[in-house]
């Protein structure tokens, strides 16, 4: 008994040095490397970024990608079609799609009952949603819809106006050039005591956006991931007026060219049912 008890509050040491520290400022933050790309139509510059704390770090990609179309940004589905079945791994769909930058999307299939699906001009589904809501509109342009503030049944009006993609998954981490005020239950932690593995996609005007994707559970690497918060504030700092999270966790995936310009959490890239891919 008494094994279990000390092993028990050694247990409950760790987990609040892991909570304390998700809440704690790094020691230093630094630009470890930069990756660019640009051609006729594009142009890529991809930032790793490191926060450095007492005992772990936290690494991050920021990418700022300029375009000069706002078809430039494209989604595709995992086995080329609508599908609650299938799933691939982003590099694969990508590569299929000759994508230049290719990022997880919001792992629309898990969410088969419920949301508004709109990708590529396409409505495929519109069911009543409690999630913060990402519109593309066919001029390159953003907007969020919070959850409080959505309406069911809006599918088909967001496609009369000029809407081409839209995602579920949130939160909305920045508006109007402002951090959100994060909901306190949401389909995922939002806590600043809470580091995961993240991508989400934000945009400073209509032919500037910006991805991150943050790795995480990788020890010695980036060993417990990055917090909502966190993004919030790079988000902000890019000069983002809106900024939303995308799935993460084993889904956090960044590809440039048909490589892989993160390590992601497991041993290999997770099967995902759908990405966002910017292309020439």
């Not at 520290?21 to 006729?40: F, G, Q, V, W």
């Not at 910006?210 to 690497?221: E, H, L, P, S």
């Not at 939303?244 to 440039?256: E, F, Q, R, W």
Request: net charge negative; charged share 20%.
């Amino acid at each position: 008994m008494k094994k279990v008890l000390a092993l028990l509050l050694a247990l409950s040491l760790t987990l609040c040095a892991s909570l304390a520290l998700a809440a704690t400022e790094p020691n230093s933050k630094n630009i470890e490397n930069t990756i660019t790309y640009e051609s006729d139509t594009l142009r890529i510059t991809i930032d790793q970024w490191c926060y450095a704390f007492n005992n772990t770090d936290c690494r991050f990609f920021v990418a700022n990608v300029y375009t000069t179309r706002p078809d430039q940004l494209l989604t595709a589905f995992a086995g080329e079609e609508y599908s609650t079945k299938n799933a691939e791994a982003t590099s694969e769909i990508a590569a299929r799609h000759e994508a230049v930058l290719a990022f997880n999307g919001d792992y629309y299939n898990y969410k088969d009952k419920y949301n508004m699906i709109i990708r590529n001009g396409v409505l495929y589904r519109d069911m009543p949603s409690t999630r913060d809501l990402l519109l593309v509109y066919n001029d390159g342009t953003m907007s969020g819809v919070l959850a409080a503030d959505r309406q069911e049944g809006m599918g088909q009006t967001y496609i009369d106006q000029g809407v081409v993609q839209s995602f579920e998954f949130g939160p909305l981490l920045v508006l109007n050039g402002e951090k959100t005020q994060l909901p306190d239950k949401y389909i995922i932690y939002t806590k600043d005591t809470v580091r995961e593995p993240r991508t989400a996609i934000g945009q400073v005007d209509a032919n500037h956006f910006v991805v991150i994707v943050a790795d995480g559970r990788r020890d010695g690497w980036s060993d417990l991931g990055m917090t909502l918060q966190e993004m919030q504030q790079v988000f902000v700092d890019q000069g983002c007026h809106i900024a939303y999270n995308l799935d993460g966790g084993g889904s956090a995936t960044m590809v440039l060219n048909g490589e892989l310009v993160n390590k992601t959490s497991g041993s290999r890239e997770r099967n995902v049912s759908d990405i966002l891919y910017f292309v020439n």
